[in-house]
């Protein structure tokens, strides 16, 4: 297939997303060699390759047009947008969806043993951080004056060598924190890994694995935490059990062979189902219940 009718998604070349994103891709049926410089995934079974990237770029590459679609932090996309915006140019890549993993947050954090009492405290304050559009956007809807020192990386430094007061930067774990003996005290935005495309209209000889793609990554999410259930349930327990059925719209219900007081119910639940549900199903007359992996799902 010609190259330029190949589809090109970017993805962060190593780090929080990146196992994830790649696990994602292999869920929508993907199959790739990676070349020796590993930057390139070349999709074997699909017109699609994915280029391994700097997160920080993605949105660029995005914008213009070098890749079809990018998965990326949605703190480095709003950062990216912001940035875009104060130098005047329209952020037009498109958000397409929020996928369910990588999971962070922006916060401010202050060095152990600094008092802090709101946000007041920040008045004044030297903020080191990566996201300075972002850290800027937050202080001036709070009205609060502080420095933003903007660096490259190693934030977390930054206060023992002098070079600010306080930090703002992501946390997940919160180990990279307590490791330099940081406190978090304030939430400035909530992340999670997003898809994002293209704002140039897609040739129509990639529209169409483009669309398929999409579908499938939304088939994999909606997979994620569904469960299959199978149950019998007394016709007389069936409003209370279909009630207790987690994020299930439509349950099936079969005649058994041999009763008419018991029916069985088949539901497809798309909320985690926990033992305490199983057990509060067979407290409401269930019985014989079985619980099954949902593998694909196509809407
Ligand atoms: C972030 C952040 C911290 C770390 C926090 O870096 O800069 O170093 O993750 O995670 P923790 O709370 O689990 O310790 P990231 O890996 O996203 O790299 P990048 O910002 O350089 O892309
Ligand atoms: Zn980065």
Not at 30 to 42: E, G, H, P, T
Not at 166 to 192: P, R, Y
Request: aromatic fraction near 4%; charge should be negative; include cysteine.
């Amino acid at each position: 297939m010609e190259q330029m009718h190949r589809l090109k998604l970017a993805v962060q070349k190593s780090g929080r997303l990146t196992d994830n994103s790649l696990d994602l891709l292999g869920r929508c049926g993907l199959k790739y060699s990676r070349a020796k410089d590993q930057l390139v995934c070349f999709g074997e079974n699909m017109p699609l390759d994915v280029l391994l990237v700097r997160d920080d770029d993605i949105p660029d590459l995005v914008q213009e047009d070098v890749c079809d679609l990018g998965i990326v932090g949605l703190n480095v996309v709003e950062e990216k947008r912001l940035a875009f915006l104060a130098r005047g140019v329209d952020p037009l890549f498109e958000q397409v969806m929020t996928l369910d993993y990588g999971r962070c947050r922006l916060s401010i954090a202050v060095p152990e043993g600094h008092s802090y009492e709101g946000t007041g405290s920040l008045e004044g304050m030297r903020i080191a951080t990566t996201y300075p559009n972002i850290v800027a956007a937050w202080l001036a809807a709070r009205g609060l004056r502080a420095e933003v020192v903007t660096l490259s990386g190693a934030v977390e430094i930054a206060p023992r060598l002098g070079r600010a007061d306080v930090i703002c930067d992501l946390v997940s774990t919160g180990s990279t924190l307590a490791a330099n003996h940081l406190t978090e005290v304030e939430t400035v935005m909530e992340s999670q890994a997003v898809l994002i495309r293209t704002p140039v209209p897609v040739a129509a000889e990639k529209l169409d694995w483009m669309n398929k793609l999409l579908k499938r990554m939304d088939g994999v999410q909606q997979v994620k935490e569904s469960k299959y259930i199978m149950l019998h349930a007394p016709r007389s327990a069936l409003p209370l059990i279909v009630d207790l059925l987690p994020g299930s719209e439509h349950p099936t219900i079969v005649p058994l062979e041999g009763t008419d007081e018991k029916v069985a119910v088949h539901a497809v639940c798309r909320e985690y189902v926990f033992w305490e549900t199983l057990e509060s199903l067979k407290a409401a007359g269930a019985s014989a219940i079985l619980v099954l992996p949902v593998e694909k799902m196509l809407a």
